[in-house]
Nanobody, 123 residues
Framework: QVQLVESGGGLVQAGGSLRLSCAAS????????MGWFRQSPGKEREFVAR????????NYANSVKGRFTISRDNAKNTVYLQMNSLTPEDTAVYYC????????????????WGQGTQVTVSS
C-alpha cells in the first residue's frame, strides 16, 4: 500500500520557520515529480511548490517564492518543504503529492496524496 505521510507542521509565530517532511512508503518515487499544496478553510487547494525527480528543477508559487524551499532525498524517499519568514497568510493544511498525471507544473492532478499537516502562523 502506497502512503505519503507528512510531518513537521505546528504553531509558529509570524516570521518563524518550519520544515515539513513527506515520507513515502510502498513504492519509490525517485523517478517522479513531487509537490506541495496547501488549503485554507473556505479556499481551494493551491499549488505551493514542485520538484522534479532529480531535484534539479524546482517551481514555486509566487506567494512563497524566496521564502520556501523544496528539496528531496531519493535515498530516503522523502520530500521536504523548508518554510521561512512565515506569515499568517501561510496558515493552512499542507499536503504533499507524488506522481503528477499531467504535465502542467501547477497541476493538482497527482496520483498519490498525503493526509496533510496543519501549519498555523500566529500574528
Amino acid at each position: 500500500q502506497v502512503q505519503l505521510v507528512e510531518s513537521g507542521g505546528g504553531l509558529v509565530q509570524a516570521g518563524g520557520s518550519l520544515r515539513l517532511s513527506c515520507a513515502a512508503s510502498g513504492r519509490t518515487f525517485s523517478n517522479d515529480a513531487m509537490g506541495w499544496f496547501r488549503q485554507s478553510p473556505g479556499k481551494e487547494r493551491e499549488f505551493v511548490a514542485r520538484i522534479s525527480w532529480s531535484g534539479n528543477i524546482k517551481n514555486y508559487a509566487n506567494s512563497v517564492k524566496g521564502r520556501f524551499t523544496i528539496s528531496r532525498d531519493n535515498a530516503k524517499n522523502t520530500v521536504y518543504l523548508q518554510m521561512n519568514s512565515l506569515t499568517p497568510e501561510d496558515t493552512a493544511v499542507y499536503y504533499c503529492a507524488a506522481r503528477p498525471v499531467v504535465a502542467l507544473i501547477t497541476t493538482a492532478q497527482y496520483e498519490y496524496w498525503g493526509q496533510g499537516t496543519q501549519v498555523t502562523v500566529s500574528s
